[in-house]
């Protein structure tokens, strides 16, 4: 929160005359964060479970472009189309966690594995079916309401970045699973010696990634009027940096959605900042680099703290 | 029944892995507030028997009796909920995770109703602080503490309270000494004292030999899979039993063994 407030006040001051505190400057950086924070946050729940998911970003390209070809080339109803493309996520997480669980291989090279067959299956069959791999989009007014509208500048991704958080903290505070992911990822001998069904917790949340991964799909399609299905490759590895600078420990076991979500913020306002800022946007990877291995010390200085004996 | 049977028995176990014979035919018995010294070098089969007491592998052979009745844990959750709770030095504890989430982690207590049923975390802090205390764990005030600051000695009082609190009748203790200091060990000494004053039959798993004459009732040697001795409390003397362990027969004390301790 500290660090947020103080990346925050230095873009304010570099890029104030460009407009960055006003409502569209505003508008804009959180725009940026909602997006990266929906995935970033069920990202950082797999990460405290002990898990990794690198497939985010196909399954963001795969269910824009299966949005886009259903509703407009074949004409389908959109709700049917989201239903579709829920499912398609849904699957995609369950066959993570599946092979994840039942192989104990690393899920590093399980979901990027699944990132690349998923990327070549929804650019294959879209070069086939439409001989294109980006299409427009058809939708109601009530698919726009719920993905699209906007206020100003300001994208729907916001409620969803907001009441995802709420939601997750819940989750991860008040309830017996959300008891379960710290432990699974803290300690998995002891979670599952203690009756956690730790397998059960990594697939809930490997399909809940992939659901989050949809929703961020679905809103960009319906933003910006098109499915493309090379997008999303982005944020195979902003989420986990965001949800990292945002606290949660690389090994698992510790983290909380409210420090996603402030990683998410920096992610914005740094992100959109240079831009305002006026400075060449290929410094952005730089500035990302130096803050994640910061985070990454000084989340493992913070565990030392909070673990030696007192 | 009266309150000095067996809690739990095993009879004539065996125990064969892909033709490796692990256990030989051991018979041993728990009494209600008595300690059961199961001593044996490495690979004497110490963590085989565990393994079976607990419910993690069926025996090849042999039975276990459970109050006087044949029984089979089919997993570590069943042999639980029949009272037998295993306490593993390493294991036990989620060093990230809070005192109370630790406590109550797999039984979480909640409030409210349906898909709204949220973890009861005041509650559950009152009560894994009062059952902490019971066993001396007093430094530990706050329920948020993590686990992770808390000394060995201090998880196997959390480890062991946390079974009782459940409804341990039987506590398997494995190694509960062995790395830790002198004092650290005197204190979990004197946890499976208190332990043993309430009925509970205990089982110590130990390669020490000074730990196990300090606290045991009963003592079993185990030797390459097979009980090479099983006496009471003043039956042999230190130097005997590390004679046993060494693979002697116990009768000439051997002085050139140390123990270590």
Redesign the interface.
Known sequence: MFAASFVYLFFAVCAWRAGFVSLNGTAAWLDTSAEVGIVALAVGLLMIAGEFDLSIGSVIGATSILFAIGTNHYQMNPWIMLAMCFALGAVTGLVNGAITVKTRLPSFIVTLATNYALIGAALGFSRLLTNTTSSSIQTTPGVELLFGSQWGQANVAVLWWLALTVVATIVLWRTPFGNWVYATGGNESAARGAGVPTGFVKIVLFIVTSLTATLLGVIQAVEFHSGNAANGQGYVFEAPIVAVIGGVLLGGGYGSPLGVFFGSIIFGVITVGIFYAGWNTDWLMLFLGALLLAAVLANSYFRRLALSEG | MTQSDPILQLIGVSKIFAGTQALRNVTISVRPGAVLCLLGDNGAGKSTLIKILSGVHPPSAGAMLVDGVETRFSS??EA?AKGVATV?QD???????SVT?NF?????P?RGWGPF???D?SAAAVAALAAIREFGLTRVTDGEQ?V????GGERQALSIARAMYFGARVLILDEPTSALGVKEAAKVLSLVKAARTRGIGIVFITHNARHAMAIGDDFVVLNQGAVAASFRRGEKTREEVLDLMAGGDGSEPRPDLEDDA
């Not at chain 2, 294991?91 to 995770?97: K, S, T």
């Not at chain 2, 109550?104 to 979480?108: H, R, T, Y």
């Not at chain 2, 992770?148 to 000394?151: A, P, V």
């Open positions: 570590p959750r639980r593993h294991v036990g504890a989620i060093p990230l995770m989430r109550f982690l797999g039984a979480e909640t049923r949220l973890f975390s993590l992770g600051t808390l000394s």
